[in-house]
T-cell receptor, first 115, second 117 residues
Framework: AQSVAQPEDQVNVAEGNPLTVKCTYS??????LFWYVQYPNRGLQFLLK??????LVKGSYGFEAEFNKSQTSFHLKKPSALVSDSALYFC?????????????FGSGTQLTVLP | GAGVSQTPSNKVTEKGKYVELRCDPI?????LYWYRQSLGQGPEFLIY????????DSGLPNDRFFAVRPEGSVSTLKIQRTERGDSAVYLC???????????????FGPGTRLTVL
């Protein structure tokens, strides 16, 4: 079985400050990890993914995420937040070695960047 | 290029009615997924197609739900005898269809918001 936890329902940060949105995962084998962003009344938009290799993954719009195998975490980060980054963020996992192809999502974290 | 499209964007129906939700994947994508997102939750897997066949339907909640993809492109999610608890946003995603151990990225459509009165 695979699962994802996003421990914070809501994260508030001031514009220009660094932001972190937390994610931890559980899989039987090795993980594929993803971050998606959802704007109001819109579908999920792909931000970045970790497959293998460098633990720091860079994605769209200046976002990056750090894979930490020992802590089973994949936190999303951005050095300087923008008001336009305010949205709902989802972390997702898929087990590389499993036969299941679907993603398992966390419950989401609402990011609000304050001007 | 064109992304995943879903129609209708909104659907309001009455309890007990039948509904069909349509998904048009990205051209050339062989894998297609349906997810359901309830308010305040992350998307939950329903069914996955590789080509025309349903490779995994383990997420369908009961036999009122089924989906087809007859020509390996457009898919229709069908819900019979709708219940108020079926109200949710139904999301479709497609990918290039990486196999076991081969990474692929799922790209999502805007969703269909289903409301059952």
């Amino acid at each position: 079985a695979q699962s994802v936890a996003q421990p914070e329902d809501q994260v508030n940060v001031a514009e220009g400050n660094p932001l972190t949105v937390k994610c931890t995962y559980s899989v039987s084998g090795n993980p594929y990890l993803f971050w998606y962003v959802q704007y109001p009344n819109r579908g999920l938009q792909f931000l970045l993914k970790y497959i293998t290799g460098d633990n720091l993954v860079k994605g769209s719009y200046g976002f990056e995420a750090e894979f930490n195998k020992s802590q089973t975490s994949f936190h999303l980060k951005k050095p300087s937040a923008l008001v336009s980054d305010s949205a709902l963020y989802f972390c997702a996992v898929r087990d590389i070695s499993g036969s299941a192809r679907q993603l398992t999502f966390g419950s989401g974290t609402q990011l609000t960047v304050l001007p | 290029g064109a992304g995943v499209s879903q129609t209708p964007s909104n659907k309001v129906t009455e309890k007990g009615k039948y509904v069909e939700l349509r998904c048009d994947p990205i051209s050339g994508h062989t894998a297609l997924y349906w997810y359901r997102q309830s308010l305040g939750q992350g998307p939950e897997f329903l069914i996955y197609f590789q080509g025309t066949g349903a490779a995994d339907d383990s997420g369908l909640p009961n036999d009122r739900f089924f989906a087809v993809r007859p020509e390996g492109s457009v898919s229709t999610l069908k819900i019979q005898r709708t219940e108020r608890g079926d109200s949710a946003v139904y999301l479709c995603a497609s990918s290039s269809g990486g196999g076991l151990g081969v990474p692929d990225t799922q790209y999502f459509g805007p969703g269909t918001r289903l409301t059952v009165l």
